[in-house]
């Protein structure tokens, strides 16, 4: 499976050694050294080898300890399981999930930013809607300064060209009143500054 013949080992021809992958060789005999030191029970460690032609496939040993008849451990028997496939497979779902904790992560992120700017608009709005209401007689004084000055001015003996220009100013100065007034009333709403009357009246 790996390229390698039974002889190659047997022989010496090819040490262990040399299979095991070079950044988990420390690691495995390590496991090893253990068993030299007579270890009792059976274990599984993983690990990559090279194959011949210098692939790494990852393995899975599960070694046991042979007894005697006095049940001395004489030796170990073990079988190894290429699992690269599994490791490949594990190795997706682990990047799966770190990637999806990261967008979880900037989704948290972004929703708290969200959350920031909501608030701040909110207050731009209140101040806004504040300021609006402070200047409620600064902005409608003028204009019903202009509203009132165009009537005298339509009582007083005017030709008819003056005349219409100057019922056009007070068409023009009652619509843009009537825009201004709704706009102040509903700052002064916002801002909790409107004044709220109870009066009676004849149905």
């Known amino acids: 499976q790996f390229g390698y013949s039974t002889r190659e080992f047997t022989t010496g021809s090819t040490p262990f050694a040399n299979v095991v992958h070079p950044d988990d060789r420390t690691r495995v005999f390590e ?5 030299g030191e007579d270890r009792a029970s059976d274990f ?17 040993s599960h070694l046991w300890p042979r007894r005697d008849s006095k049940h001395d451990i004489t030796h170990y028997q073990g079988i190894l ?21 990261k967008m979880n992560r900037d989704l948290e992120q972004a929703v708290k930013r969200a959350n920031r700017l909501a608030v701040d608009a909110e207050a731009a709005n209140a101040t806004k809607s504040e300021f609006l209401a ?21 009582d007083t003996t005017l030709s008819g060209e003056q005349r219409d220009y100057a019922q056009t100013i007070r068409q ?11 706009i102040l009333d509903f700052s002064s709403i916002r801002a909790g500054e409107m004044e709220v009357e109870e009066l009676d009246f004849d149905l």
């Open 134 to 154: 402070s200047m409620n007689h600064e902005i409608r004084n003028p204009m019903n300064g202009i509203v009132g000055m165009t009537g005298l001015l339509l």
């Open 44 to 60: 599984i460690i993983e690990f990559r080898l090279l194959t011949k032609r210098g692939e790494s496939r990852w393995v899975s």
């Open 172 to 182: 023009c100065a009652d619509s843009l009143l009537t825009t201004v007034n709704a």
């Open 81 to 101: 399981l290429d699992v690269t496939e599994q490791k490949f497979t594990q190795a997706q779902l682990q990047q799966a999930k770190d990637d999806l904790e």
């Open 31 to 35: 496991e090893l050294q253990e068993l």
